[in-house]
Structure formats: C-alpha cells, structure tokens
C-alpha cells in the first residue's frame, strides 16, 4: 500500500503561483509513475501531469504545457506540481496519484494509478 498527502493548495489571483506538494508513504519503492489529476465541480477527474519516477520523464496535459512544472525528489519519496501564470479555469481540487505498474502509453487516465491523495482545492480569482 502507498498512502499520498497533497499540500500547498489555496486561494491566488489570475497570474499568480502556487506549488502542490505530494508525499508518498508505505511502499514506495515500487513506484513506477505519480500523476496530477483535478477536478472541477461539475466535471469529470481530468489529468494533468505525470512523471515516470525513476527516468524522470514527464508529460502534461495541452491545457498546462508550459505554465505547470511536475518534479519530484526521490530522497523525500515527494512530487510536485509548480503552478505558474494560474487562470481561473485552473480552479479545481487537484489529486495525486501513484502507481506501482509498469505501463506503455501516456498513462493519463485515473484507471492507470492505484493510488490517490485526499486532494487540496486550488482556487484562481479573477
């Protein structure tokens, strides 16, 4: 079992920065891939980021290219989501997820991670 704590969410202005915060606990060293996921009310869990743990390859949805950054820091078994230049179409609790399988494709759907955090709202005013 892995468990996730997300921390860092909160309330920014349009243009503004926040950075997410994911640890991992348990067994952590099967990791094969984390994720950011968000949700908005009214809307489905969509992907937004995703890191292959031990290549550091990573991948993002066309929506944050380029405004998100996702890290993470082995030594702390921690991901990060850096969120830069926010919109208020970025409003939505955004979750972390692990998974221990190793996968082909994208890996960008809910179904491919096993594990997930508790989310923390991201809020963006205008």
């Known amino acids: 079992q892995v468990q996730l704590v997300e921390s860092g969410g909160g309330l920014v202005q349009a243009g503004g920065s926040l950075r997410l915060s994911c640890a991992a606990s348990?067994?952590?060293?099967?990791?094969?891939?984390m994720g950011w996921f968000r949700q908005a009310p009214g809307k489905e869990r969509e992907f937004v980021a995703r890191?292959?743990?031990?290549?550091?390859?990573?991948y993002y949805a066309e929506s944050v290219k380029g405004r998100f950054t996702i890290s993470r820091d082995k030594a702390k078994n921690t991901v990060y989501l850096q969120m830069n230049s926010l919109k208020p179409e970025d409003t939505a609790v955004y979750f972390c997820?692990?998974?221990?399988?190793?996968?082909?494709?994208?890996?960008?759907?809910?179904?491919?991670?096993?594990?997930w955090g508790q989310g923390t709202q991201v809020t963006v005013s205008s």
């Open positions: 997820a692990a998974t221990n399988r190793a996968q082909l494709g994208g890996i960008v759907t809910p179904r491919n991670y096993d594990y």
């Open positions: 348990g067994r952590t060293s099967s990791t094969y891939a």
């Open positions: 890191i292959i743990w031990n290549v550091d390859n990573t």
